[in-house]
C-alpha cells in the first residue's frame, strides 16, 4: 500500500500566484480531508469530502481557497491568489467510509511558502 | 466545540527516564481519542483509539490510558528513536472529523 500521495512536497510561490495541492488517497478510502498545520493554530480542517462530494467546508479560510474531488483517486486544494499568510503545511489524509470512527493515514504533506 | 489540550508543549527527557503527556477534552460526547506520532517533515502517524474511560492499549514503550476527561501517553524507558510530536485528537459522537491538540514534542537525549 503505497499510503495517501501528495504532491508537491515543497512549494515556493509569489504573493498572488495560484497554488494547485494534489493529492492521491488510500485506494478504497472513500472519505478525504484536507487540513493545514501552522505553529500558531496546529492542525486544522479545512475540507472534508465523503464519495468524492465536499460534505463540509466551513474550515476554508476564505474565497480565494477551494477543492475538488474529480473522482475517487484523486483531490486538489487550489488558492487563488496566494498570500503570504496560506504559509503552512497542508495535508491530505484518507480513511475507509463507513467507518466513522476509523484512523485517519495522513500523507506527507506540502510544505508552501508564499513570498 | 470541541477542545483538546495538551500538555506540556515540549518535554525533554533523558534516556530511560519514563514521562508522561496529558491531554484534557471537552466534547458532547466521545466517540473516540486518537493519539498520533509525528516526525518532523512528515505527516501524523496513528497510535492508538480508545474509546471509553478506563480503556488502556501500549505499543512497545508506550501506553495511553483514558479517563471521562484526560488522557494521558506514557512513555516507559524511552529511547532516542521516541524523539517526536505527540498529537491527540478527538472525535465527538455523531461527527466526522477529529479535532486536534496542539501537541507535546518529546526530545529524549542519549
Known amino acids: 500500500d503505497a499510503g495517501v500521495i501528495q504532491s508537491p512536497r515543497h512549494e515556493v510561490t509569489e504573493m498572488g500566484q495560484e497554488v494547485t495541492l494534489r493529492c492521491k488517497p488510500i485506494?478504497?478510502?472513500?472519505?478525504l480531508f484536507w487540513y493545514r498545520q501552522t505553529m500558531m493554530r496546529g492542525l486544522e480542517l479545512l475540507i472534508y469530502?465523503?464519495?468524492?462530494?465536499?460534505?463540509?467546508d466551513s474550515g476554508m479560510p476564505e474565497d480565494r481557497f477551494s477543492a475538488k474531488m474529480p473522482n475517487a483517486s484523486f483531490s486538489t486544494l487550489k488558492i487563488q491568489p496566494s498570500e503570504p499568510r496560506d504559509s503552512a503545511v497542508y495535508f491530505c489524509?484518507?480513511?475507509?467510509?463507513?467507518?466513522?470512527?476509523?484512523?485517519?493515514?495522513f500523507g506527507s504533506g506540502t510544505q508552501l511558502s508564499v513570498l | 466545540e470541541d477542545q483538546v489540550t495538551q500538555s506540556p508543549e515540549a518535554l525533554r527527557l533523558q534516556e530511560g527516564e519514563s514521562s508522561s503527556l496529558n491531554c484534557s477534552y471537552t466534547?458532547?460526547?466521545?466517540?473516540?481519542l486518537f493519539w498520533y506520532r509525528q516526525d518532523p517533515g512528515k505527516g501524523p502517524e496513528f497510535l492508538f483509539t480508545?474509546?471509553?474511560a478506563g480503556e488502556e492499549k501500549e505499543k512497545e514503550r508506550l501506553k495511553a490510558t483514558l479517563t471521562k476527561k484526560e488522557s494521558f501517553l506514557h512513555i516507559t524507558a524511552p529511547k532516542p528513536e521516541d524523539s517526536a510530536t505527540y498529537l491527540c485528537?478527538?472525535?465527538?459522537?455523531?461527527?466526522?472529523?477529529?479535532?486536534f491538540g496542539a501537541g507535546t514534542t518529546v526530545t529524549v537525549r542519549a
Open positions: 489524509a484518507s480513511r475507509r467510509t463507513g467507518a466513522t470512527n476509523e484512523k485517519l493515514f
Open positions: 485506494s478504497g478510502h472513500n472519505s
Open positions: 469530502f465523503n464519495n468524492n462530494v465536499p460534505i463540509d
Open positions: 466534547v458532547s460526547g466521545l466517540r473516540g
Open positions: 480508545l474509546y471509553s
Open positions: 485528537a478527538v472525535q465527538a459522537t455523531n461527527d466526522y472529523k477529529l479535532s
